[in-house]
């Protein structure tokens, strides 16, 4: 048993991404830029593969007074495409492709997934209470206005008001995509 979970070791330890003109065709991103956030990325993870235990510690360090692990978790998902339980370079770069310079609709499509908790292509309340709760927490209990206690349900309600154009309790993509044109 010792030397398959030596080779399985190997395996995540030796990740190397795709070709650069692959990612670079597939990507938003110049040849140069990839060579940076992948620097950046090894840095991170010099497996070359972020599990979501750390994925949530490096996100962690950028909300020091809030609690980020959820909304990190539901994050994670959304970039771990392949639903593996990693989060490959490749995922990473096509993620922040769209997040940063892809289209409108793209951008639109990405966060719908990402709210989207058990991936069945609508939103219910309770996916959106989840997100919208996790948010929340990231933010900390510091956050200016002071926030009452039921302002993630009236979040919830504002939202649905807004995007479940025909009231059925559930908010479809494109339900999702033609609200946040409007």
């Given at each position: ?34 060579q940076v956030l992948y ?144």
């Amino acid at each position: 048993p010792d030397k398959i979970e030596d080779e399985l070791e190997m395996t995540t330890v030796c990740h190397r991404p795709e070709g650069l003109e692959q990612l670079e065709a597939q990507t938003n991103f110049t040849k140069r830029e990839l060579q940076v956030l992948y620097r950046g990325f090894k840095n991170e993870c010099p497996s070359g593969v972020v599990n979501e235990e750390t994925f949530k510690q490096i996100y962690a360090q950028f909300f020091p007074h809030g609690d980020a692990s959820m909304y990190a978790h539901y994050l994670f998902k959304a970039f771990d495409t392949t639903q593996n339980g990693s989060v490959k370079f490749e995922d990473f770069v096509m993620a922040l492709s769209i997040l940063l310079r892809g289209t409108v609709h793209e951008k639109l499509r990405w966060t719908f997934n990402l709210y989207d908790i058990n991936k069945d292509g609508c939103i219910n309340k309770e996916e959106m209470m989840d997100i919208v709760k996790a948010i929340y927490d990231m933010m900390g209990k510091y956050t200016y206005p002071v926030l009452k206690e039921d302002a993630p349900r009236q979040h919830v309600e504002a939202f649905f008001q807004k995007m479940d154009k025909n009231k059925d309790g559930v908010v479809t993509l494109d339900e999702f995509i033609e609200s946040c044109q409007e």
